[in-house]
């Protein structure tokens, strides 16, 4: 098993965990969104973490995007694309997330958006996390 893999892996646990304890402290503003964005800053670390790893492993040298790029074009439907079209989706909302809640805490309005951008994230953020097992599990196992 590589290294890589195993350390993006742990880091993506120790996200989802840190994830889960910003969300229980979300009546703690302060707490809260240093914790959360703490958590978006490793996710964008992790991101180049793995496209560094897939350029040191893959005998074509080829990054994550190269390889997702391609996945596209030979089989749209499937498990890679639906992991990246996921993780794009989280960044996404890590962004809408920092600017709601920014406003939120500096005016108190906005509470509603913010909310509703949190339970798409939370399940954008899961599926991210469980498809990141799933497609790194083949690679892991077979080292």
Known sequence: MSNFVITALLVNVLVVIGLIYG???????????????????????????????ARVTNEDSQGAVEQGLRSFYENFFSLLNFHILVSVISIICYIIAIRTGRRLFRTGEGRSAHRKNAMIFVAVRLASFVTSIMISWPKSSGS
């Not at 809260?32 to 964008?44: A, E, N, Q, W």
């Open 23 to 53: 969300i229980s402290k979300r009546r703690e503003p302060a707490i809260h969104m240093k914790v959360m964005t703490t958590c978006f800053v490793v996710d964008l670390l992790n991101v180049i973490l793995v496209e560094v790893t």
